[in-house]
């Protein structure tokens, strides 16, 4: 009797212990997700803030402050585009108008198009479009990078004839890129701004997101085919319809890609190229494993 009990009680225990290990196998999942997702929300709240690149603190000689504001990026990524605010200081406002008390110029280079505009007397300067050239290397997609020529702001005040040199204050404003600036340092007070652009870390983690997701999908694709063809598990025919709608899929997927790299680029002949191969030839294996089962039959042998 001794015998039999502790021989009822170890499947028992057994039992009890695979089902304590489905459940932490559980937690640790949901735990994983939940961290994820988590993250996930932290990463696009920390890169979409706006916040400032470039700000040494310092004014124009007249106390006119420059502010930046990089707000958008063309779709062939050719062109940046910000807008220029003047705050002209006390020592050219009228006090009582509060208006410019003498014409104010602003000349930006490194642009485009030259841009240059004038408040005449009375006027009260506003925003400026800037559209600002780039160059780049789209090849190392998504670890890309974007580069501006030299960026400099010079203000004329009335009729002088020698610019004054504006220390501007740059504020990313462009959600999915991370922005960084070189300029004026205590040793060259005069350097002109530079900008460098580079795709935030939500933005890479979405993207890697998406090219595991294609893999996992020729993953499976070939898993399920090859355990078909060895006869481990029966055909579907419904699977078919799975395996086209996989195939179609691929594409779509691949242009939800942030940036939608150029075609052609190492991620089209290293991913996507062989992801499409590897659900063609599932497709193929899983229709062979239908016909092999046709002509042995449902039982294993001939048909009838």
């Not at 002949?269 to 590897?278: E, M, Q, R, S």
């Not at 030839?281 to 048909?303: E, H, K, N």
Request: proline share 7%; glycine share 8%; aromatic share 8%.
């Amino acid at each position: 009797m001794p015998v039999q009990l502790a021989a009822r009680a170890e499947p028992e225990s057994t039992v009890a212990a695979r089902t304590s290990h489905k459940r932490v196998g559980v937690v640790v999942l949901l735990a994983v997700v939940v961290g994820a997702m988590f993250m996930s929300i932290v990463l696009y709240i920390d890169g979409a803030a706006p916040h400032r690149v470039s700000s040494d603190g310092r004014t124009a000689g007249t106390g006119t402050a420059v502010t930046l504001d990089v707000e958008s990026i063309q779709s062939n990524y050719s062109l940046l585009m910000g807008n220029l605010e003047i705050s002209p200081g006390s020592a050219l406002l009228d006090r009582d108008t509060q208006s410019l008390k003498q014409d104010l110029t602003v000349e930006v280079t490194s642009v485009a198009t030259p841009v240059k505009r004038t408040w005449r007397k009375g006027m009260l300067p506003g925003v400026i479009p800037v559209p600002l050239t780039l160059s780049r290397d789209v090849e190392r997609w998504p670890f890309d990078r974007y580069y501006t020529g030299p960026i400099t702001v010079e203000l004329f005040v009335g009729a002088a004839p020698t610019p004054e040199r504006a220390h501007v204050m740059i504020v990313d404003r462009l959600p999915g890129w991370r922005l960084d600036s070189g300029g004026p340092t205590k040793s060259s007070p005069f350097a002109p701004y530079e900008l460098q652009m580079r795709r935030s870390v939500s933005t890479m983690v979405f993207a890697i997101t998406i090219l595991c997701i294609l893999v996992a999908i020729a993953g499976a694709a070939v898993f399920v085919a090859v355990q078909t063809l060895r006869g481990r598990r029966k055909f579907q025919s419904p699977l078919t319809a799975w395996y086209a709608a996989m195939l179609f899929a691929v594409v779509p997927l691949r242009n939800a890609l942030p940036g939608s790299p150029v075609f052609g680029s190492w991620i089209d002949l290293t991913i996507v190229l062989w992801v499409l191969v590897a659900l063609v030839v599932s497709m193929l294996l899983y229709i062979a494993s239908w016909w092999l089962q046709l002509r042995t039959g449902p039982d294993g042998g001939a048909p009838g």
